[in-house]
């Protein structure tokens, strides 16, 4: 059900997103993200500066002085935004959840290709498949990729990315920019990421929270597990308990980074202690040098 609170925060985030898009987000995710070839525009005449590798001939020797064929950008990409929305992204220690920081990019994203006359797409994903919107170009579709973002309640709590990505490789008929953006706190996604990566580039997005990372030394605390439910006492301030938890964070970091890198990923890491844009931004601009 969309409350009156969750359609504020809808509107609250399009508009912070719209303005980001159309300052300066929406140049940056232009260069990094070229088209699939040049489509022909014109025949012109030629003037002092143009690449005479251009000139097209026949034209010329009609009409007896130099003319040349221009070419365009073939622009229209197919992106997809891919969501998780597992119980986990509910948790935050500040005042944003992981939720509502990978809600942010994924807006981002959305109206950035929108702007830009891409075709976009959304899936939305627990260990269920929650929604599904095929790829289109219109404003209002990219408006209600917001909305479903920000407001779907999800049916699961649980987290499957390799049934998410083994869904969009059945489903995704041409050549697609896929943007996961998920905590991955998840198992078992390598062989679907790796499959999905022959036909498609893929742009991984780790939203974290500091918190995980380093817990306070608090002493006896009840935790509970967003996913399953289950409640339990840790002492954070026992030395045993914090360094099992670092290693299992390591392990897991350094298992993630083994898959992107199989999987050919670009990866953003993202803390819903920091901005959102910022980070895609030096991401597109690095990608861009690159190229």
């Known amino acids: 059900m969309i409350t009156p609170e969750l359609l504020a925060q809808v509107r609250r985030l399009t508009i912070r997103s719209r303005r980001a898009v159309e300052e300066v987000f929406s140049g940056a995710y232009r260069s990094a993200f070229r088209g ?3 489509e022909f525009a014109e025949v012109r ?11 097209d001939w026949n034209v010329t020797a009609r009409v007896g002085h130099p003319f040349i064929k221009r070419f ?35 807006a981002l994203v959305a109206l950035a290709a929108a702007r830009n006359r891409d075709r976009v797409g959304l899936l939305l994903f627990t260990d269920k498949i929650e929604l599904y919107l095929p790829p289109s170009k219109s404003r209002a579709h990219a408006l209600r990729l917001v909305r479903d973002m920000v407001a779907l309640e999800p049916e699961g709590t649980g987290t499957d990315v390799g049934q998410a990505l083994a869904f969009l490789g059945r489903v995704l008929r041409r050549r697609a920019i896929v943007f996961l953006i998920s905590d991955w706190i998840a198992d078992e996604f390598d062989r679907p990421l790796a ?8 742009v991984v997005l780790e939203v974290s929270d500091p918190f995980e990372a380093a817990m306070p030394s608090s002493g006896l605390v009840q935790v509970e597990d967003l996913e399953t439910g289950r409640t339990e006492w840790v002492d954070l301030g026992a030395r045993r308990p914090r360094q099992e938890w670092r290693a299992v964070q390591s392990r897991r970091a350094r298992r993630l980074g083994e898959a992107f890198v199989r999987g050919r990923a670009g990866r953003i890491a993202l803390s819903t202690y920091a901005p959102v844009a910022p980070a895609l931004i030096r991401h597109f601009e690095a990608r861009t040098r690159r190229r």
């Open 195 to 202: 499959h999905l990566a022959r036909r498609h580039e893929l």
């Open 45 to 55: 005449e030629y003037v002092p500066g143009d690449d005479i590798r251009a000139i």
């Open 72 to 106: 365009e950008e073939e622009r229209e990409l197919t992106v997809v935004v891919a969501l998780d929305l597992s119980g986990s992204l509910r948790f935050g220690s500040r005042a944003r959840t992981k939720r509502e920081t990978a809600a942010e990019a994924g």
């Open 36 to 38: 699939q070839g040049l």
